[in-house]
C-alpha cells in the first residue's frame, strides 16, 4: 500500500508534523485533507524552526509534492505570507510542487468577522476558537454561498457569489448592530490575492487519483486531534471540520485505500476550553508545560496539560481505524519520579471505559489511573532501542496494550533525526 494517513489521537498538538516530515522522506507527496490556518505543525531541522499553518510539512523536502485538499477552508492571504515567509528562508515553494484544490473554500475578512461576533456573544461560555475564520466559512460551505478558489477565474460569476455572501452576512451584522460589509470591499480583497493564488489552482483529486496509477507514495496530513472533531471530538469544544482518518478521502477526492496511522503524545494537552479528564491543574501540570514548552503553535496560548488518557486514545484508534502509533515527547516525562495512564472514567457510581457523547457528563467525569514508576534518566535525543531505559519500555508496552494497537515509533525530540522504530 502506497497511502499513509497521519491524524492526531487527543486534542491535537501531537506532533504530526515532525512525523509526516519524517516520513515524507521516502514518500513523493504531502497532502492537507482538512482545517485551515488554525492548524500549527512545528518542524526542527538542524535546529532552525519552522512553523507550517496551511503548508504540507513536506514543503520544507526538496522533490516533494505538497496538495492543499478541497476539505480546507483556504485564507489565501495567509497562505501566500507563509510561502513568501519560506521563500526569504532559502525555501522555494511554487506551483509545480505545490497545488491547491480548484474547489477550497476561501476564508474572508467577514468570516473573521463574524468569529468575533459570536465568541464575544457567547460571553462566559466562549469556544476558545483562534478567530481566524474558519468555523464560518465552513457554515458558507455548506450554506451553498462560499467563494471557492475556482470563482476567482469568472468575474460574473465571483460578483453573483459576493452579492449571495453578503445577502446572508449583511442581515446578520445589522441584527447584532455592526456596520456592513460593502460589495465593492470584497471585491477587492479578493481581487488583490487572486493573481497570485491562482497558479496554484488544479483538480487536484484528478492529479491525486492519476499518482496512484503511477504508484506514487501518498501521505495525508491531518490537522488538529480526533476529540476536536465536529462529529466526534468533545461538542462544542471542537473544531470546525472532521479530523478522524475518513476525512482524507473525502477532503481531497482520493479514492483508494491508505493505511491510517495515528500520533499521541506521551501525556496529554489541550488548548481552549472545553472537559479534560485527566488535566492537571497542579504542579505536574505545570512541569508538564514547562519542561514541553507547551504554547500553541497558531494561538501561542499556554496548553493545558495532563497524564496519559488511554481510554482516549484507544476510542481514537478505533474511530480512524488507525492501524499503528506514533508516540512522541517522551523524554518531557524524563524527570517525574511516577507516572499515569487514565484506564477508566467513573461518573455517578457508573465506570465508563470510553468517553460519553454528553458534554454533562464528560465534564464531571472522574478519571482512574494506574501508576508506574518513572525512568529518571535523560532520554533526550537517544536513537535506538537499546539505549532506553526499561521503565520507559514498560510504560509504552502498557500504552500499547490499553489501546488495542502496536506502537512502531517514538520520538525523543522535537529534532527530524530524533525517532526510534520499535
Not at 529518571?376 to 500504552?399: A, C, D, H, M
Request: proline share 3%.
Amino acid at each position: 500500500m502506497n497511502s499513509i494517513v497521519i491524524v492526531g489521537l487527543q486534542w491535537g498538538d501531537e506532533g504530526k508534523g515532525k512525523i509526516v516530515d519524517y516520513l515524507s522522506e521516502n514518500a513523493d507527496v504531502v497532502v492537507r485533507f482538512q482545517g485551515g490556518n488554525n492548524a500549527g505543525h512545528t518542524i526542527v531541522i538542524d535546529d532552525e524552526v519552522y512553523k507550517l499553518n496551511l503548508l504540507p510539512s513536506a514543503v520544507l523536502r526538496a522533490g516533494k509534492i505538497s496538495i492543499i485538499g478541497n476539505g480546507v477552508a483556504l485564507d489565501s492571504h495567509a497562505l501566500i505570507s507563509e510561502i513568501e515567509s519560506l521563500k526569504t528562508r532559502g525555501i522555494d515553494v511554487n506551483p509545480s510542487n505545490l497545488m491547491v484544490s480548484e474547489s477550497c473554500p476561501l476564508i474572508l475578512s467577514i468570516h473573521k468577522d463574524k468569529e468575533k461576533f459570536f465568541e464575544d456573544l457567547n460571553g462566559n461560555h466562549k469556544i476558545g476558537t483562534t478567530n481566524k475564520g474558519i468555523g464560518p466559512c465552513y457554515e458558507d460551505k455548506v450554506g451553498r454561498r462560499a467563494i471557492r478558489l475556482c470563482d476567482l477565474e469568472n468575474t460574473d460569476e465571483l460578483n453573483n457569489r459576493v452579492d449571495t455572501l453578503l445577502s446572508y452576512h449583511n442581515a446578520i451584522r445589522q441584527g447584532l448592530g455592526y456596520q456592513v460589509a460593502k460589495k465593492e470591499e470584497l471585491l477587492k480583497e479578493v481581487a488583490e490575492i487572486a493573481k497570485k493564488i491562482l497558479p496554484y489552482k488544479k483538480p487536484v483529486w484528478q492529479v491525486l487519483n492519476n499518482f496512484v496509477r503511477e504508484e506514487r507514495k501518498i501521505i495525508f496530513e491531518g490537522a488538529q486531534g480526533t476529540f476536536l472533531d465536529i462529529d466526534h471530538g468533545t461538542y462544542p469544544f471542537v473544531t470546525s471540520s472532521n479530523t478522524v482518518g475518513s476525512q482524507a478521502m473525502t477532503g481531497s477526492g482520493f479514492s483508494s485505500s491508505a493505511h491510517v496511522i495515528g500520533v499521541a503524545k506521551a501525556y496529554t494537552t489541550r488548548v481552549g476550553n472545553g472537559p479534560f479528564p485527566t488535566e492537571q491543574e497542579n504542579e505536574v501540570g505545570d512541569s508538564l508545560f514547562a519542561i514541553g514548552k507547551e504554547l500553541g503553535t497558531v494561538s501561542n496560548r499556554r496548553r493545558r496539560c495532563g497524564w496519559f488518557d488511554a481510554v482516549l486514545v484507544r476510542q481514537a484508534v478505533q474511530l480512524s481505524g488507525v492501524l499503528s502509533v506514533v508516540l512522541t515527547k517522551l523524554d518531557i516525562l524524563d524527570s517525574f519520579d511516577m507516572v499515569k495512564i487514565c484506564t477508566g472514567y467513573r461518573y455517578n457510581g457508573e465506570v465508563y471505559d470510553y468517553l460519553p457523547a454528553s458534554h454533562s457528563i464528560q465534564k464531571e467525569l472522574e478519571p482512574i489511573y494506574e501508576e508506574f514508576f518513572g525512568w529518571k534518566e535523560n532520554t533526550q535525543g537517544k536513537k535506538s532501542v537499546g539505549e532506553l531505559p526499561v521503565n520507559l519500555i514498560k510504560y509504552v508496552k502498557k500504552i500499547e496494550e490499553l489501546i488495542g494497537v502496536p506502537i512502531h515509533l517514538i520520538s525523543t525530540s522535537p529534532k527530524r533525526e530524533d525517532v526510534i522504530e520499535l
